[in-house]
């Protein structure tokens, strides 16, 4: 419904894409993979630091909480996509629509304030050592995740909370799953707050990342460049190139959806990006920091090692 006419049912239909017959199942089994790929790698990270007592250490929270965020968010994504690529009928509850939207926001600014976390746990490893292990503690580090925790659900609530308050005229999400973006344009009231308060939201969260993460890797070549030391360069790169790679991939996949939405003529792409944004880091993320966090990459092949190895 294009009019301004008020819809008052609750159900929603996602355009998503529009796929020939005969790729509908290969897709599907292409999306199956990818998403079993991510639940079992991030999974296991998971569960290899929960039960390996050497690895309770606070650098390995921060990858606990990337792996519990790609799983919370690629598990509202994913499965939904997978069945509406399949189906004729891709229709939603609107309040169902509400709650993909903000657990897909809180996945997005919850991945950018761990990796800034993080960032300042490499600053402080490798410019301060002596210091670490009495400044980054257990204890801050927990308090650090739940700050992070914490504000992203507070900004997304206030964001999802500005277009829950307006009433809708169409009842068509123009994407292939429901963000907030997508639920504003329902409506066919003022809009004005929502694009002020999301600028702001957007402006604020790549500000502060771009800014601390560029700030503390400044910072860190800065201190390899003067001391010269081959150990230290060689520490710097093996611990902070893997998440230096996997922030870029984040920041440039959701700097290329938010761009995407100012210009619909290119409907596909925006969603195709949108996707890979959750997809990609999900993925990537516990495989690289496996292999290039030498404490975890060790215990992994203990683990598989201790596996096969017949008793």
């Known amino acids: 419904m294009e009019n301004n006419m008020t819809v008052s049912g609750g159900i929603i239909e996602i355009q998503g894409f529009d796929i020939s017959p005969e790729f509908m199942y290969p897709l599907f ?44 968010g690629n598990t509202v994504l994913l499965p939904q996509l997978m069945a509406h690529i399949v189906s004729t009928e891709r229709f939603i509850t609107y309040s169902q629509c509400v709650v993909q939207a903000f657990y897909s926001h809180t996945f997005g600014s919850a991945s950018h304030m761990i990796l800034i976390i993080m960032a300042i746990d490499r600053y402080v490893a490798i410019c301060h050592p002596l210091k670490y292990s009495s400044v980054m503690t257990t204890k801050t580090v927990i308090g650090l ?77 800065l201190i390899c460049w003067i001391k010269k030391n081959r150990e230290l360069n060689n520490k710097a790169l093996q611990t902070c190139a893997s998440h230096l790679v996997l922030y870029l991939i984040m920041l440039w996949s959701g700097i290329f959806t938010i761009i995407l939405h100012r210009f619909p003529d290119y409907p596909d792409l925006r969603k195709i990006a949108s996707i890979l944004f959750h997809v990609v880091p999900a993925n990537l993320n516990p495989v690289i920091y496996g292999m290039q966090t030498k404490s975890l990459h060790n215990r992994i092949i203990h683990v598989l090692r201790r596996k096969v190895t017949p008793t």
């Open 145 to 221: 995740s739940a700050g992070a925790w914490g504000l992203s659900v507070l900004l997304v609530s206030v964001l999802i909370g500005l277009t829950v308050r307006l009433s809708r005229c169409r009842s068509v999400i123009l994407n292939a799953y429901c963000d907030n973006a997508s639920l504003f344009k329902l409506s066919c009231e003022d809009v004005s707050i929502n694009n002020i308060y999301g600028l702001f939201f957007t402006v604020l969260l790549f500000s502060c990342s771009m800014g601390s993460v560029g700030v503390t890797y400044f910072r860190i070549a």
């Open 29 to 72: 089994f292409l999306l199956l993979f990818v998403y079993f790929c991510l639940l079992f790698s991030n999974f296991g990270v998971l569960l290899l630091i929960i039960t390996e007592k050497s690895l309770h250490q606070p650098m390995y929270i921060l990858f606990c909480n990337l792996s519990v965020n790609d799983v919370i």
